[in-house]
């Protein structure tokens, strides 16, 4: 629980996610509903990047250019991966081995394909991520990041107390299955945050307002333990006030169907700047 006022989660959906999520913030800033200032933020997966962008103190439209702008972009590893695809591929695995897995053993089958997978190197994977941030350094802001152990399927929250770096913390939340090697730290084996869930927005309840930034929305593709609306009903249960932002029509059609294709990048974040720029939904 973490007793705090008002809480910003950050969900996962690859570098158009981390695209559409800067550029949503930035609009609503411009709009005047600025909510990158929260007292908690917590990232998962792309979620993880942003959250740490925006911990760095600079300022949102620099954040914006650096999405925006092929001369201060981030330098990307290109992925071909059908979204679809994918989610019916690896999604049995976060469904479970039998229709009685359990939610540890789901994510421990899910451990061990991630392990077992061939990806580049823990090195070129750890240097995108050192590019994608401003500094390396863990802010002064609460920001917690989302894991999960490989071995063990169990959660692991990164924050500035638990002596890991700023980057291994984002690159373990950011190592998709299949996709990205496992990061190694303190000799366990952790991958993507988001296989436990997209958003991991329960990690906010406590706070009394909660704004979840959600690339993939209500209906993911990817099966979870914990559906957004099943985590959200909770919250709002437990008194929080909680407002879910989801691409529209047309941030959806610039994410499209491959979040991990580098091009994706300006198109996403201009539609989520405008889509911003209309202000927060109702609760």
């Known amino acids: 629980m973490v007793a705090v006022g008002q809480a910003l989660v950050l969900g996962g959906g690859g570098v158009a996610g981390i695209a559409w999520m800067t550029g949503l913030l930035a609009g609503l800033a411009d709009a005047g509903q600025d909510v990158s200032g929260a007292d908690l933020i917590?990232?998962?997966?792309?979620?993880?990047?942003?959250?740490?962008?925006?911990?760095?103190?600079?300022?949102?439209?620099?954040?914006?250019?650096?999405?925006?702008?092929?001369?201060?972009?981030?330098?990307?590893?290109?992925?071909e991966i059908d979204l679809a695809e994918f989610a019916e591929n690896?999604?049995?695995?976060?469904?479970?081995?039998?229709?009685?897995?359990?939610?540890?053993?789901?994510?421990?089958?899910?451990?061990?394909?991630?392990?077992?997978?061939?990806?580049?190197?823990?090195?070129?994977?750890?240097?995108?991520?050192?590019?994608?941030?401003?500094?390396?350094?863990?802010?002064?802001?609460?920001?917690?990041?989302?894991?999960?152990?490989?071995?063990t399927g169990a959660t692991r929250v990164f924050d500035a107390s638990s002596g890991v770096s700023l980057v291994d913390a984002v690159a373990a939340s950011c190592a998709v299955p299949g996709i990205w090697p496992p990061v190694t730290i303190d000799g366990r084996r952790y991958m993507d945050g988001g296989t436990r869930s997209a958003d991991n927005a329960d990690l906010a309840a406590g706070a009394g307002r909660i704004v979840v930034v959600s690339p993939f929305g209500f209906d993911s593709p990817l099966p979870s333990p914990m559906p957004l609306r099943d985590v959200v009903r909770r919250l709002r249960d437990g008194g929080a006030q909680v407002t879910v932002i989801q691409p529209d029509e047309a941030s959806r059609a610039a994410i499209g169907g491959n979040p991990l294709d580098p091009a994706t990048r300006v198109p996403a974040a201009r539609a989520g700047r405008a889509q911003g720029r209309a202000g927060l939904p109702a609760d």
């Not at 942003?50 to 590893?77: K, N, W």
């Not at 070129?124 to 999960?148: F, M, N, Q």
Request: proline share 7%.
């Open 42 to 79: 917590i990232g998962t997966s792309a979620g993880a990047t942003v959250a740490a962008q925006v911990g760095s103190g600079v300022g949102l439209d620099e954040l914006f250019a650096r999405q925006t702008d092929p001369a201060r972009q981030s330098a990307e590893i290109v992925v």
């Open 90 to 151: 690896f999604g049995g695995y976060l469904a479970g081995a039998t229709p009685v897995s359990t939610p540890d053993e789901a994510l421990r089958a899910a451990g061990a394909f991630a392990l077992a997978a061939p990806t580049v190197p823990e090195a070129e994977r750890r240097a995108v991520i050192e590019s994608r941030l401003p500094a390396h350094e863990w802010p002064s802001r609460r920001i917690r990041l989302v894991a999960v152990d490989c071995e």
